[in-house]
């Protein structure tokens, strides 16, 4: 405030002021009490100006501060905070130091937000590619993967990674990918629904027409729902030991990180999927051939008719008089992989490459079902063994510890397992240079190119094996199936369909062609070649799961009530389903198919070594 001596100046100035304005007041005649009071107020009312003007101008810095900190990097912030200190703020001059202390931590605080805002985008990012690389990726083991789920909240902000936290946020829509979006509004109209009772009132509808046993699958799948929620709360703790890894880490490792978790995820949801391979392979009980005089004669009779399911009960009934017969077990495994058998299939060539453990054709074999049920380790390590047995790559150079024999209690890392099939590929395109014209070569090299998720080299490498082996109904599917995680699904297809001229019982292609069609939405489509799969083959229990995820997406509830009882003949009213001796006639007939691509062995040689037997 100014000293009272220096009141007379302020006054006469204000006089002037206020002349300068036009303003006329009336003379006054005041003591200097009155004059003071004046002042005082006067006084008052220009410092609440001055004030005011400040906080424009820290207002307007601010607006200014923030608005660059949205281009900026970290770095460039930091320096745009300092200019805007060495801009605006003196203390000396201006006696505003507690002000611009607030000041500053605010800066500060918009600083650490700026900072969790470049990290969550780098989160993001990372857990984007991931995202876009497995949705384009139509197999069912992707789709229904819950860590796939759980990279789409971090990608859209539904979970955030604060700290050593994982917590959860509001989704960003503009973040997700076009098609996730649209995924997402769907997912949210009918979550709308559902909210509004439409689903209550439809269940009511169909709730009474169901029978005991139709309630009593429901409350199955109700418990299987109750089962799944907590093992997603078991993954989401998994989840959170990741972040503890992401805060220690650089943004560049936030993809590595991703991908180990992905490695672990996955070894996770095979043995939900697929379960452990089975030590001893499971005869059928009360099998008809089982009296049969000589079920090998009927087993090869069979397959060339093309009756697979027949053909396996009668070989099991060989195998159970012969159980060291390699060439059956080797037979027996390839026609579970025909029928989309897999794990079976395993069971079965791991008996043939115990009894002759310098088999390439078991090895290959083994190379290819190891990979569809995502043991991808074993799969390259079979690969390895066919290339050191193999006669004509005896002078290729390959460390046979390059992968380890026994797995049993070894836990690999990704990156070693990146290394891996980075060698193995090195040594396999040396092969190339040396015989680049041999299929299995091709064949196995594509499936190490597949295990990198190098798709577009597997498909060139499929393609170059299909030069040499035009036939080859399993090179063809193999060529849809990797075309399909490319999502060049019309391609795919036509694969599929080039496979099944020439083998049309070939239960494996049905159901790929299948998941084409549920891919690109046509479920009545999909339905039906899943229940011609299942009519050449029931026992794929995997394929009566996709075919009640169809009926589900058709919102055919009475329809999913008929999965439970695993029976083909419920749907004929609906679907047209093909008996397997109404299929058409092969291309080339069952019998050379099959002595070319699932025996490779003298037919009458064999038989007659088990002749009378």
């Known amino acids: 405030m100014p000293h009272p001596e220096h009141w007379d100046k302020a006054w006469a100035e204000t006089e002037k002021q206020f002349d300068a304005m036009h303003i006329n007041p009336q003379p006054m005649h005041m003591n200097p009490q009155e004059m003071n009071q004046m002042f005082h107020e006067a006084w008052h009312a220009e410092q609440r100006d001055i004030i005011e003007r400040e906080k424009i101008r820290e207002f307007e810095a601010r607006k200014a501060w923030e608005e660059a900190q949205v281009m900026a990097e970290k770095k460039e912030i930091q320096e745009m905070a300092n200019q805007w200190m060495n ?23 918009e600083v650490r937000k700026m900072e969790n805002k470049l990290e969550q985008d780098v989160i993001k990012d990372a857990a984007s590619d991931m995202v876009r690389v497995m949705m384009a990726d139509p197999d069912p083991k992707f789709q229904n993967s819950k860590f796939l789920q759980f990279l789409k909240k971090l990608e859209t902000g539904e979970y955030k990674i604060q700290g050593n936290e994982l917590i959860k946020g509001e989704p960003d829509q503009q973040s997700a990918p076009p098609e996730f979006k649209e995924f997402e509004n769907a997912w949210a109209a009918e979550n709308q629904k559902y909210e509004q009772n439409v689903m209550d009132e439809a269940w009511k509808a169909e709730e009474a027409k169901l029978t005991e046993g139709e309630t009593k699958m429901f ?43 992905w490695q672990v995820q996955q070894d996770r949801e095979e043995v939900e999927l697929y379960g452990d391979i089975p030590i001893d392979y499971k005869f059928n009980e009360n099998n008809p051939f089982a009296n049969e005089k000589n079920p090998l004669q009927t087993t090869l009779n069979l397959a060339n008719q093309g009756r697979t399911r027949e053909a396996i009960l009668a070989l099991e009934s060989h195998l159970q008089k012969h159980p060291n017969d390699v060439n059956s077990w080797r037979l027996l495994g390839k026609l579970h992989q025909e029928n989309d058998q897999d794990r079976v299939a395993v069971a079965c060539l791991l008996k043939a490459i115990k009894i002759d453990t310098q088999d390439p054709d078991t090895l290959l074999a083994l190379g290819v079902s190891c990979t569809n049920i995502l043991d991808e380790v074993q799969a ?27 797995l049993v209690g070894v836990s690999l890392k990704v990156e070693q397992i990146k290394e891996m099939n980075a060698k193995l590929i090195e040594v396999f395109e040396a ?45 063809w599917n193999k060529l849809g199936a990797t075309l399909a995680h490319l999502g060049r699904t019309e391609e795919a297809m036509d694969a599929y369909h080039r496979a099944l001229e020439f083998k049309p019982n070939y239960v494996r292609c049905w159901v790929n062609l299948g998941i084409a069609h549920a891919f690109k939405g046509e479920y009545h489509e999909a339905c039906q070649l899943y229940l011609n799969a299942l009519s050449m083959n029931p026992n794929a229990k995997h394929v009566w ?60 040689k064999w038989l007659k070594e088990f002749q009378g037997n």
């Open 87 to 109: 801009a605006y703020y003196d203390p000396e001059e201006q006696g505003l130091a507690e002000e611009f202390d607030k000041a500053w931590a605010s800066g500060e605080e």
């Open 380 to 406: 390259m390590n079979h690969l390895k063994n066919w290339m050191l047995i193999n006669k004509k790559y005896q002078d290729i150079k390959l460390d046979p510890n390059l992968i380890p024999d026994n």
């Open 431 to 475: 092969a190339r240079q040396k015989v680049p014209n041999d299929p299995e070569l091709l064949t196995s090299l594509a499936v190490l190119y597949f295990i990198a998720r190098d798709y577009k080299t597997s498909v060139f490498l499929f393609n170059e094996a299909l030069k040499y082996d035009e036939t080859n109904y399993s090179l």
């Open 545 to 604: 799961s996709y075919l009640q995820n169809c009926f589900i997406s058709m919102q055919r509830w009475d329809l999913v009530t008929k999965v439970k009882d695993e029976n083909v003949d419920a749907f004929r009213d609906e679907f047209e389903i093909i008996n397997v001796n109404d299929l058409p006639p092969p291309e080339i007939e069952y019998k050379e198919m099959n002595e070319k691509f699932l025996l490779k062995e003298d037919a009458d």
């Open 219 to 261: 409350e199955d799948i109700w418990k299987g729902m109750e089962d799944q929620y907590k093992i997603e709360k078991e993954l989401e703790e998994e989840y959170k030991k990741m972040v503890e890894q992401l805060e220690k880490a650089n943004p560049e490792d936030y993809e590595k990180i991703f991908a180990d978790m």
